[in-house]
């Protein structure tokens, strides 16, 4: 059960704290201070959720959706979060500026080393020849066109640069359910193993029979594919994915005090089996309302239970 509140900074850096504790993630209160003294509004009027993956010692993440068009990149360089010259800036300003006050900013934060990736939600689903053709977009980017539209995969929603590791990522809105043969086709492209069977079963319970959210995180430097990600928001009451006991932990001890809880789970699959899955929470803003104005393919019409 969820109590609806507004954001609170001290509230909020208690909770960080007893999180990172809790799943024995790296913390930093200094680092978490900056970021909530250089976005106070978004943090107050966006919508804010937990992240984590279930590798041990796994960084504790944080995002805010903003509601509205903001210069977040700008933001961060003012606070002296992001160095001006970072390699990332061009790509993700020329996103931002692609389809001007129709697309919002969101912001991915490492609970230890403050900003880790701006995202760009577009608007809408955005055809992936306009998205890959913004003038910041490396060459070497735009030559997965031709494979992303074999894979169905010609609609895009949002996109982001992770500061941390200098990869870009696009977020498409898939129209296929999942099968064996599907999955296969869409992890080849990072070059991974393709789900086990009770992994596969897992995928096609908790994702939408008319497509889910698929991410793809490439290398501008060299166009390398790095993973490929199958998104499951929002699950079902009472039911999950098989969880390590880190994300368990996660999920039972990362406080949601939102009107309406959302709770996720993605599969990230990378080269060689090198495959993880990630976990998001909701914490405040009216998350489930604001992924709703989206139309972000969604499991459950509930928010879940925490898991025991």
Avoid: C
């Amino acid at each position: 059960m969820t109590t609806s509140h507004r954001f609170s900074p001290g509230q909020f850096l208690l909770d960080a704290k007893a999180t990172a504790d809790a799943i024995d993630a790296p913390y930093s209160e200094a680092a978490t201070r900056a970021v909530l003294d250089a976005y106070p509004d978004g943090f107050r009027d966006g919508a804010v959720l937990w992240r984590t993956n279930d590798r041990p010692g796994g960084p504790l993440n944080y995002r805010f959706y903003e509601r509205r068009p903001t210069d977040s990149v700008g933001t961060a360089v003012r606070a002296g979060l992001l160095d001006a010259d970072h390699p990332m800036i061009p790509l993700i300003t020329s996103w931002s500026s692609l389809y001007g006050a129709a697309s919002t900013e969101l912001v991915d934060f490492d609970a230890e080393r403050g900003i880790a990736k701006t995202w760009i939600f577009l608007g809408g689903r955005r055809p992936v020849g306009e998205v890959l053709g913004a003038s910041g977009v490396p060459e070497v980017l735009r030559g997965h066109e031709e494979r992303f539209r074999e894979l169905g995969l010609t609609s895009v929603r949002h996109v982001a640069v992770d500061y941390l590791a200098n990869t870009a990522n696009l977020y498409f809105r898939t129209s296929r359910r999942l099968t064996r043969d599907v999955a296969a086709d869409l992890v080849s492209l990072a070059g991974g193993n393709p789900p086990s069977p009770e992994l596969l079963a897992d995928m096609i319970e908790f994702t939408p029979g008319d497509g889910h959210t698929f991410n793809v995180t490439v290398r501008p430097s060299d166009g390398l594919i790095e993973r490929v990600g199958v998104y499951a928001l929002r699950l079902p009451p009472g039911r999950y994915p098989a969880l390590n006991d880190r994300l368990a932990t996660f999920f039972r001890s990362s406080p949601s005090r939102d009107d309406e809880e959302m709770n996720a789970v993605a599969w990230s699959f990378g080269r060689g089996g090198r495959d993880y899955v990630k976990a998001e929470h909701s914490y405040t803003g009216g998350l489930v309302a604001l992924m709703k104005t989206w139309n972000s393919p969604m499991t459950a019409t509930q928010g879940p239970a925490i898991p025991g």
